[in-house]
């Protein structure tokens, strides 16, 4: 699979270099850096209801709008600014470090 790495500052370090896996997205609008989590297949952003921070899973590559369950890339490891990540308003990115660490996923 191929890996986007984009200038835009979603990637901080490749000592943990950024993989790519196609994942199942639900339906929605989501943006690059959106945190996922995965709930019976489908992956959704981390804040929805049924996704909290125990489902996380992934890391969107890039802009989506679904109208249906749609395969997308995401990363699935790597270093991320988790100021350029995206989680649902009232979500706080930092209790996803520790399941993300689990994951081989380092948010700074």
Known sequence: MKT?????????GIQVYPLTQE????PGTYKRGD???????????IGEIGFDATT???VLCAD???V??????AYVNG????????????FDIETLKPEARKLQIFIK
């Open 4 to 12: 986007i790495i984009n200038p835009d500052g979603l990637i901080w």
């Open 64 to 66: 989506m709008t679904a």
């Open 79 to 90: 270093q991320f600014q988790g100021s350029k990540m995206r989680v649902k308003e009232g």
């Open 68 to 73: 249906e369950d749609v395969p997308v890339m």
């Open 35 to 45: 945190a996922l989590g995965v709930v019976n297949g489908k992956h959704g952003l």
């Open 23 to 26: 994942i199942t997205l639900a």
């Open 56 to 58: 996380f899973n992934a």
